[in-house]
Structure formats: C-alpha cells, structure tokens
C-alpha cells in the first residue's frame, strides 16, 4: 500500500475469490451480525476468547513461524528492502510479546457497560451515559503480522466485530494467526466472525471495506501517510486517523536550563522513527545565546543533524540553514530543525502554522505561560515539562494503543479501548411522560 | 434544499458574488483566523457578546421583523407552503424566544477548559483530557431564521468561529439577524468573522462549504433527510448529523399497566412531528389481549390511525394491516404501527431490523429485562419506563440543544455545547523524560 509494498503483485496463496465485492459483502454481513453478540458478551467470556488465543499460538508457534518463512522468503525473492522484512519477521521474542500482548488485555477493564454521570432530572427521570462498542470495525495495515492479533484483542474486549486487511506480503502469517484466533473465539462460544481476516490480496477488497457504511462503523488505517490519505479520501464511513507527527518543544525564556536540555535531548534522541519525536525545537531569543552551544554540543555526541533559522546560524556557525520546507517535515531521522522565537506569542504562532496537531511541549517556570500554551496550542497532546515521547497510550494509563488520532471529532490522541467505543444515553423512569 | 425550497430561483437580495469558490474560501479563512481567537477568548467576553447580541436585537426588533416581513410576501408571490411560511415567520414572541434564548446561554456553564481525570502515572506526569472548541463549525439550515441566532450563540459559547448558511427564502431576516450578531462580536472586541453568514444564495456555496477541510472542521445540517443525506455523501469534512428517528416502545409481559397506557399514549400523542415520537408500538403477546383494546380507545380519542400486524388485527379488528414498509416509516403523524412480539427478543430484534437508532423505550418491572434492553438496544437514547418524548437537550439537562445525533462517532444523542467541543490531552510535568 506504501510506495514500497505497491510494488507487489504476489498472489499465490490468494484463496480463489472470484466477485471480491460478493466476498466483502459477505464479511460485512457476517460481521454485522457477529456485533450483535459481541455487543452483549460478558466481561468474562471475551476474557476467556483472549486466553483460549494466547493458548492457540502458543501452541501454534511452529506453524506460525513457518508461515512467516515462507512469507519472508518470497519477500526475499521480491526484493523486499530490509526495514520491510524487518517489520514482516516472527520470531520466539515477537511471539512471546504477542502472547503477554493477549494476557494483558485481558487484565484491562471493559470499558462497555460504564454509567457516566447518571443524575436527576427535575421530571423524576435519571439520565446518564452509557459506553458502549462501535459495532464493526475495519483495520487496514501493512506488514507487521503482529498487528493482526493486537488489533483483533482491541476489538474484541472492546465488544466490537472487525474486519482486518493487512499487508499482502504477511499474508500466510496473518493467516496462520487467524487460526488461532478463530480457535480462541470458537473455545469461548464467541461468533467465528467477530474477527475476520480478509483472505484474498486483491486491493479491490480495501476499496469495498471502505464503501459499506451498511456493514462497517469505522475505518482504522495504520500505515504510511499516503495510504492513510487515500483511504481518508475515499472511504464512505468515518475514519480514525493515526497521523504522523511534526512535533514541537518550545524553550521559554523562564526554563530551568536542566530541564531544557534533559527534554530537548530526549525527545529528539530517544527514538527517531516515532511520530511523538520533537522535529522542530522553539527557542526564545533570550535563552538562545546561551543555551544553544550546550544544545549543539549534546546532539553532536547524538549524531543528529541540525538546520536553523538564521539567528541559530549565527550563534552557532557551520550549520545548514532551514528552509521553509523543514518546518513542515517529520524527519523521523536524526535531523533537527531549530528556530529562535521572541515569546511565546511566535512560538505559537509557528506550531498553528507549520505543526500537524499531535504533540507540542512547552518548557517555562512561568505559571501564565504554561497556563496559556495548554489552552492555546490545538493539538492532541499539549505539554508543560515533560517530552513530547510521553504521547503514548501506555505511558497516559490507557492499558494499550491502537494508534494515535490527530482528529478532531471521537478519539484524539492516543487511542486506546475507550477510543473503540461510542456512549449512548440511558434514561431510568418509573412511568414519567413529557408534559 | 428540500423538494420545496429547491423550486426557489430567488437571489434579488443576492450580492455581486461573482467567484463563489473565492467567496467562501475567503469566509473560511477569516474564519480559520477568528478560531485561534475564539479559542483564547475567556468565559466573560463571550458572555458579554451574547449579552449585547440580545440588546441589539432588542433593538433593531423592528428591522428585523421589516426584513422578515419582506421574505413572507416573497414567499407568498412564489407560492410556498402554509408549513413553510409559518417555520418562515417572526412575530414578538418569536423574537423574545430569541432574546431569551441568547441570555440562557450566556448562563450556561462555559464547557471550554474542563480537565477531566487528571491523574498521576508512574512516570511523575500528570495526565488529563481537556476540553477544546471544534475549531470552525459549518452550519446549513433551512428556512427558519431563528436558527441564524441559536446556532450563532452556541458555537460562540463553545469557542468556535462558524459560518451559517440558511435557506434563500429567509435570506432578508438572516441578513438583518447577522447585523445584530455582528454588533455584537464588535462591542464585545471578538472578531466580525467568528459568526459568518453567507450572504449569496447560490446553492454552489454549499457545495464549497463542505468541501474546505483547510478552513472548516465539521459541518452540522440541519432540515430535511434527503438534504442531510446529500451532505454527508459529497462532504469531505465529518458531518454531525440529525437524523429523524423510528422510534419504538415496548410494553414488556410484566409492564405496571398504568405505565404502560401513559407512556404508550405521551410517545406517540405529546407531539407528532418530533423525531422523538413513537412511531411503532411493540407489544408483548401475553399483554395484547388485555392491553390492545384500551389502548385502541385512549389512540382513537386522540384520533390516531393505528396499523397492525395480524396478531394486532385479530384482536382490534377493524384497523389497517401494517406493510412492510410501515415498520421502516417515520410517520410525523397521527398514525401508529403495532406489532404484537413474543418475547425481549423478538422485541430488540424488531427494533434492530427496523429502528433507526434514534430513541428506544422498554415498559417492564422485570430488573433483568431492563438491564438486558439497556445493555443491547443499539440506539442513541434508550431507556426504562419512560417516554421516548424525553430524547431532549433540555429535558437531559445539557441546557441548549443543536440537534439529535444518529451517528456513532464523536456526539451521538441530543447535543448540546459539549458536543460542539473536543478533548485534548494535557500532561503536567516537572522536567520529566522518556525512559
């Protein structure tokens, strides 16, 4: 679906799906179906689903990685670049993480069935709000076959049905785990077709998923940002988005100088790949002079590249000069873009305009400052002091993540069991009627 | 925009817009801009806005009701609906709801700014989910010129910049309505472009309206289903939508009589051209021998047509089979269907197949029946031993209502000021990093 994987054309163990929109149509019923029940299983019962799961693959392990042998070796002969065949591969260690990845949601509160602010009403009725699953979900991927157990173990303890696409290069693990998945489900009494994987590579079938409003709640895509966009573009049902990120820490002229660095550092440098990484570092004009020499010096022993403004440029000399473009760019690389702000009005000013509203930061010992950066940055996580690698489903105590949601409607942020769910009203009388 | 109005061709009140698409991207830039200072704008001076929106409004009274005046003989030149003229007109107590209506929500709390569940994690940040304005709100309605106001002063109380569209028939009275919202925004020192309203009739405004995720974040329509419907399939923008509603009642074997008979006649009799009125009656098999006949009466004193399944027939006699087609039908009338069910889940089963997820009522002393109605009937309000003529902004305790959402996503049931808001993480540290 990437520029990469578009490159595929593999179809070798496609089942023979003739009418690709009979088969989807066909998922899209079962699946609708399916959420009826789902809707109204116990806690206990999607409980013992997971468990009966992490049983099955354990015991599957074998037949699993051999499948992901043969998915990797064809990968091989297609000439697959190694970062793909890194994210395609299985081992004992993925395994063992995908097992406990089962057993821990399982430990997780059901968030279906939760009463939220039941109250009175003057007419003698009690009203609240009560959560309760989407109904069916769709998962587009790409090839890390361990999101197809994590995102049907999401699914399934929220109450929902959903229909998983992944990448076509994972096709035989994927299907391999659909196994046991269909096991565990079978083993608890649950419908087989809670989850399904969609078994045929044809790209026709992502078209459907995205086009049966009748069939499908809502479209999650996971993947690189053109795919995300397209399927934005053309899906027929909401979609949650898990953008990238152009992330922003912004030095205030009142930072504790230790804080500053220990944040600067680490959100550039403690993973580059992650859309929470810090792409552009803000600096205000009265700290600029001294705390960039320090700055450069601890990303230098980092290795990350830096390209500033030219006030940077003159303070710190030899660097490349930012061009427009940079402050629009999410690295995801040891590279750093540095601007010098006067306050926290540009500051502002420039994360409104050049950030893609997931995570922007603020250092500062100033109470208003920090006050008016949480109210005025629109983003999905706005932080005081703290790095912007905290934006995390873990890190925030939602037990697990299925992406992160730079939307503004439904889910924001990082998305956990709650983001799988939708509230309705619930209104407890004894006979009222409306005067 | 519904069968009626599209047969209007009136534009004389039209200004030169000559480029429609530069005419709305220009509305929706000013827009974008007066979203970051409706953002920051505190609690008091949007109060203070909708304060003197109600004292210019009393003021320019009437010019107002001139304007009006002027739309209605339009209006009657081109041959509208009794229906149409009476959602059309402004009279004194029309306008004094208006009033009235703005210094309500100038009384409501203001939503912007809530932290919920600020918690601590293991790391020493400090997690909560604050609640943010939507950004730029889209609002297309149709001839009734006091939701110019009403959706004026919501979206400004929630912190949002919007931009109104009404209905070409009551283009005048908006026109003289938007005069008063804008003195206001002006005393206040917002800025003019946080309340727009499009001031060309050219149905291409609406079309480009929907179709600027750049400049707008989520469009609401209000009026007719095939309008509703039109906007959701061509919008690239997410669509809060509200829906009319096949709303059922049933009266569960164990139903308290009494409650059963008021409850069964309030749903349907209150009013009839609500989304929130009963539209079909299911009635257990146990019940309906007893309970038919008394009912027939109460429905024929206020002179309801019922419609019936042939359980229903046999017992009435003398009433109409109810089709197929009357089980899907929101009659907005003095018309009811029944069917006569075995059983809960014959009940939610109807109300599965044929419902539309609007508003849904069990009468039942039996605890467990209730539960299991509560926790499986997939709608946006249900509820126990009460009128579905409840399913109310007002009558929920949200103060203020916009709409009823039928949608799954972000706010579904009656929406109010929170449903116009979203929610951002925010994450207090004291120099935290990533481990």
Redesign the interface.
């Known amino acids: 679906m990437t520029a990469q994987s578009s490159r595929l054309t593999y179809d070798s163990t496609t089942p023979a799906v003739k009418d690709v929109d009979a088969y989807m149509d066909g998922l899209g019923r079962a699946a609708r179906q399916a959420a009826?029940q789902m809707?109204?299983s116990p806690t206990a019962v999607k409980n013992a689903a997971l468990s009966a799961m992490a049983e099955h693959l354990q015991s599957a392990r074998h037949r699993v990685l051999e499948a992901n042998q043969r998915d990797l070796s064809r990968g091989c002969d297609q000439g697959l670049d190694a970062a793909l065949l890194d994210r395609l591969a299985l081992n004992d260690a993925r395994l063992e993480a995908m097992i406990e990845g089962l057993i821990q949601v399982a430990a997780l509160p059901d968030p279906v069935?939760e009463i939220d602010g039941l109250?009175a009403?003057p007419?003698g009725?009690q009203?609240g709000?009560?959560r309760?699953p989407?109904?069916v979900i769709g998962i587009i991927y790409e090839s890390r076959p361990n999101v197809t157990m994590e995102a049907a173990s999401l699914c399934l303890k929220s109450g929902n049905a959903c229909i998983l696409r992944g990448g076509s290069e994972a096709s035989e693990s994927n299907a391999a785990i659909a196994t046991c998945i269909r096991q565990g489900l079978l083993d608890a009494g649950l419908p087989e077709a809670a989850v399904q994987v969609v078994a045929t590579t044809d790209r026709a079938a992502v078209g459907r998923l995205i086009s049966m409003p009748e069939y499908v709640?809502?479209i999650i895509p996971r993947g690189g940002k053109s795919l995300i966009e397209r399927i934005s573009?053309e899906a027929?049902v909401?979609v949650?988005k898990h953008l990238d990120g152009v992330c922003h820490v912004y030095l205030d002229a009142s930072a504790?100088p230790?804080?500053a660095l220990?944040?600067a550092?680490?959100?550039k440098t403690?993973r580059y790949g992650t859309c929470n990484t810090m792409e552009t570092l803000l600096i205000d004009a009265s700290l600029a002079e001294e705390m960039l020499p320090a700055l450069a010096a601890a990303y230098a022993e980092h290795g990350v590249e830096l390209r500033g403004c030219e006030r940077t440029r003159a303070i710190l000399g030899g660097i490349v000069s930012a061009t427009e473009a940079d402050w629009h760019t999410e690295y995801l690389a040891p590279v750093l873009a540095i601007r010098v702000v006067k306050g926290i009005e540009e500051a502002i000013a420039h994360i409104?305009r050049y950030g893609s509203h997931h995570t922007d930061?603020i250092?500062t010992e100033n109470y208003g400052l920090a006050r008016?950066f949480?109210?005025?940055v629109?983003?999905?996580?706005?932080?005081?002091?703290?790095?912007t690698?905290?934006?995390d489903g873990f890190?925030?105590?939602l037990g697990a993540e299925i992406g992160i949601s730079t939307?503004?409607?439904?889910a924001?942020?990082?998305v956990g069991l709650e983001g799988l769910t939708?509230?309705?009203?619930?209104?407890?009388?004894?006979?009222?009627?409306?005067q």
Chains 1, 2 share one sequence.
């Open positions: 009826v809707r109204r069935g109250r009403r007419s009725i009203v709000q009560m309760v989407l109904g709640d809502v573009r027929r909401p949650i504790d230790q804080k220990a944040i550092i680490n959100a403690h409104e930061a250092v008016r949480l109210a005025e629109d983003s999905s996580s706005v932080m005081v002091n703290a790095s690698r905290f934006a890190e925030y105590g939307d503004k409607l439904h924001r942020g990082p939708t509230r309705k009203y619930v209104v407890l009388g004894d006979g009222q009627v409306r």
